[in-house]
């Protein structure tokens, strides 16, 4: 199925994509490890090419995935998720969704192949957005896009996908997929573009599924992307990228997040010298590290914390003050890709690898550790007011937020080899081997802060000097 206009785009194509190697000059071969089919077709019955089922956004994206896997030879269907009613938002809201399905559909149109509409709404707010604005009235900032890779786009959109005929389900993520020689589970990797590599998003989808996936995308570079898109002129070719939360779109956050959460208005205090330097609009309203927005002050202030019971928001002057960055954090319902911690902590070692604390953070070293039984206990029955009293797993006297974790999911305590900013309770803390990414976690609460730790040095030696 070469589409529509088929042979009249096989020849820029080629042009556009031959620079598209290895390093060293090889062939591009789609069925290793690098390649975007690495545990794809190569498994399927008879050798046949199959059938892909490809998420189309109404992006640039998922239209070259599209566009990739037809001219590899694969059958290509499209399926439009809709998971968003703007409509059902005072105002009528700001989701993009009419216009994204209006282009998904003419780029099918041009590709000649069919699209199908399915409506995922009911799903995405029970398993998502519920659970979205609940943590946020908690003092959490949970991210929703790993929720909708795991409950909807992985789960629900790939068993459909499935039940409609398609072998695999295809998607744009900048991603990429390995089955081990030596075997085992599919391995998640990072995409080999560092600026758009998205496999953050993609840390709570388990094998299993992956088994079922391609990423199209995976071994290219966002430019690689936009240039065969314009060489075979793609509607989607010059669309600009979606930015931030999908159902928020380019609004400001404060005025979305208040229709869904009482906002209760409260002090901004000030770690130097806790002092009061005005009143926040609600809690649920402001994240670690972001700029607080205060009138009224000759300079900008951040938040390093919040406190729910109190409703307090804690700000420090500077975005590099030393209250924005730790060395260690807490977090829970640990998610393993493979299905199972990798063996070293399995054996009760730490284990030494990479992480990234949020999508844009290039990957930084820590260790990592279960949390013993008895302390694990201690730590759970603080989790109504994040911290614990114990030494070594202070949290931030910043951080006292409500945390909900899965029964019987252990917590992890990592150390960051160099202090870490704006470690943000509810927010995914992503583990990696390399590239290959192995799960992800719910970060609990930062450890005591630069600033707290100084604090408490300088009383030591003030102890020590009266004595």
């Known amino acids: 199925m070469m589409g529509h206009g088929g042979r009249g785009l096989v020849r820029p194509f080629k042009r556009v994509f031959a620079h598209v190697l290895k390093g060293d000059g090889a062939a591009w071969d789609p069925t290793s490890c690098g390649g975007f089919a690495s545990s794809g077709f190569s498994t399927l019955s008879q050798g046949r090419r ?61 590709l000649g192949i069919k699209l199908h509409h399915l409506d995922y709404q009911k799903q995405y707010w029970t398993q998502v957005f519920e659970t979205f604005t609940q943590k946020f009235a908690m003092g959490l900032t949970p991210n929703p896009d790993l929720a909708c890779n795991q409950h909807i786009k992985f789960d629900a959109l790939l068993e459909n996908a499935l039940q409609m005929g398609a072998d695999k389900l295809a998607t744009g993520h900048y991603a990429r997929l390995c089955q081990p020689q030596s075997g085992g589970p599919v391995q998640l990797l990072r995409g080999i573009d560092e600026n758009k590599d998205q496999s953050y998003f993609l840390a709570n989808v388990g094998a299993d599924a992956f088994e079922k996936v391609l990423f199209p995308l995976g071994t290219l570079t966002k430019a690689d992307v936009r240039n065969l898109a314009v060489s075979e002129g793609l509607v989607t070719a010059t669309k600009r990228s979606s930015a931030g939360i999908c159902f928020v779109g380019r609004r400001d956050f404060r005025d979305f997040i208040s229709e869904y959460v009482e906002m209760k208005p409260g002090p901004f205090v000030c770690v130097d010298g806790n002092s009061h330097l005005g009143t926040h609009t609600g809690i649920a309203a402001y994240t670690h590290g972001q700029r607080a927005g205060i009138s009224g002050v000759p300079k900008p202030f951040y938040v390093v914390g919040k406190n729910v019971e109190n409703n307090t928001v804690f700000v420090a002057p500077g975005a590099d003050h030393p209250a924005l960055f730790c ?141």
């Open 327 to 467: 060395t260690s954090a807490v977090a829970g319902d640990p998610f393993w890709i493979s299905g199972q911690p990798p063996k070293v902590l399995q054996d009760g070692q730490p284990l030494t690898c990479m992480f990234k604390a949020r999508y844009r953070q290039s990957l930084e070293k820590c260790t990592v550790c279960f949390v013993d039984s008895n302390t694990e206990e201690a730590i759970a029955e603080s989790m109504g007011v994040a911290g614990t009293e114990t030494t070594e797993f202070a949290s931030s006297s910043f951080c006292r937020v409500r945390h909900t974790l899965d029964e019987g999911k252990r917590l992890l305590q990592i150390r960051f080899e160099d202090p870490t900013r704006a470690i943000t309770p509810g927010q995914a803390l992503v583990l990696y081997d390399g590239d290959v990414c192995l799960g992800a976690s719910v970060i609990a609460y930062p450890g005591p802060s630069l600033f707290e730790q100084n604090q408490l040095h300088e009383e030591d030696v003030q102890v020590s000097v009266s004595v």
């Open 50 to 110: 199959g059938v892909v089922a490809v998420g189309m956004s109404g992006g640039v994206d998922s239209s070259v995935a599209a566009l990739l896997l037809q001219r590899q030879g694969y059958e290509v269907f499209g399926v439009y998720m809709r998971n968003w009613d703007s409509r059902d938002e005072a105002g009528g809201g700001h989701c993009t969704a009419d216009q994204d399905y209006e282009d998904s559909q003419r780029v099918c149109k041009h």
